[in-house]
């Protein structure tokens, strides 16, 4: 197959973020892109939460088998290691290769000496996907052992494209909408939280009906009897390195989108002290305040946009947000039209549906007591 060009690439990736794939799809996608590229055997794309860097999801092709993940994600939380996610979310390069970071000793990596080694892998070249402030997930090309390592060249190029790759994962994540009631809506229509119980070897042990509920929106029918989903076994994770005392960045929580557009915040609290205690894990609807930030950065927003969008929400006129923000009418009229082009709409109404119906309540119907909006 013939190699194609960064600029290609760029292009190629470009076309497939505003394709409207799920994450799933444009996962799998992107990796078909890259591997054009920069050749590789296995793929890995791991969702993060943007404020707590605590994975929530993962798209795996040829890659670590499930039963490894809950020591990746051990050292990826608590242990020293090279290339990890945190540090090349900070790093001035984002993407990096474990030849070019251990000096070509790929033992030296406890991640590749205790699993990717014995299971038969070579190198590997991570890259973060970041924009603005948050970190918005991670992809892990894997060679096999005895391959050629990745060259400075294939992690410049990765790395080159990395902003082309955070947009189309943020796309994926929040602005793909598949409309569907909130399965965690009591009879009355009312959220809840759910309970459940995780064990030391990340199994669910209990789970109340709320639980069950948001399990099921999760993960549909791919998951297996009592296993928990990424983001789940990933606090449950964190929850006990905090109380080790080991968790020095991370906080214990994430957010994660469900496929039916509903937002969780998933928390966690270890029971006891014991070796062996269970970690108690809470899914409940994401509170608007701790969306904000969120929707903002998904569509790449200002902060003086993300104000101007706020206020449109309100129902106020141009020269009422010009007042507010003490700008001037024709200063607020060009912030819309960057905020238009950037959520793909054309009117004020559209914009509020968009932003506040789509994230904040996908699970109304109408949006009519907004039409002042327009």
């Known amino acids: 197959m013939t190699a194609v060009s960064p600029e290609d690439l760029r292009t190629d990736l470009i076309a497939l973020a505003h394709r409207g794939l799920d994450v799933g799809d444009y996962a799998r996608a992107a ?26 999801g993962e798209i795996v092709e040829n890659g670590l088998p499930p039963w490894a993940m809950p020591r990746m994600t051990e050292i990826e939380l ?33 991640r590749h000496r205790e699993l990717k080694g014995p299971l038969g ?36 190029v990765v790395g080159s494209v990395a902003a082309y790759l955070t947009e189309g994962l943020r796309r994926a994540i929040l602005l793909t909408v598949r409309p569907a009631d909130g399965p965690g809506e009591t009879e009355s229509g009312a959220d809840g939280p759910g309970v459940l119980l995780v064990a030391r070897d990340g199994s669910i042990e209990m789970a109340d009906a709320t ?48 496929p039916s557009g509903r937002w969780l915040m998933v928390r966690g609290s270890q029971l006891g002290e014991e070796p062996d205690a269970r970690a108690a894990v809470i899914l409940e609807p994401v509170a608007g305040d701790e969306l904000a930030p969120l929707v903002a950065d998904a569509y790449g927003f200002t902060e003086r946009e993300w104000a101007v969008t706020r206020l449109v929400a309100r129902g106020l006129a141009t020269n009422e947000i010009a007042s507010q923000l003490h700008l001037s009418p024709y200063t607020v009229q060009d912030h ?27 699970r109304f119907t109408s949006w009519d007591a907004l039409g002042r909006a327009n």
């Open 31 to 56: 990796a078909r892109l890259l591997g054009r590229t920069v050749p590789f055997e296995g793929f890995c794309l791991l969702t993060l939460d943007p404020a707590t860097l605590l994975p929530t």
């Open 78 to 110: 608590a242990e020293d290691d090279f290339n990890k996610f945190t540090a090349l979310s900070r790093a001035s390069r984002s993407a990096s290769s474990l030849s070019e970071a251990t000096g070509g000793d790929l033992d030296k990596s406890r």
């Open 121 to 156: 892998f070579g190198d590997e070249l991570r890259v973060a996907l970041v924009a603005g402030a948050g970190t918005w997930g991670a992809i892990t090309l894997l060679r096999e052992a005895g391959d050629q390592p990745f060259t400075p060249t294939d992690s410049a």
């Open 211 to 258: 639980a069950r509920r948001w399990l099921a929106e999760l993960d549909g029918d791919t998951r297996q009897e009592g296993d928990a989903p990424p983001v789940i076994a990933a606090v449950a994770q964190a929850v006990r390195q905090a109380a080790a005392g080991q968790l020095r960045e991370l906080g214990a929580s994430a957010r994660v989108r469900t």
């Open 336 to 362: 819309l039209k960057s905020i238009f082009d950037k959520v793909g709409v054309r009117t004020r109404g559209e914009l509020v549906s968009r932003i506040f119906f789509e994230h904040y309540a996908p």
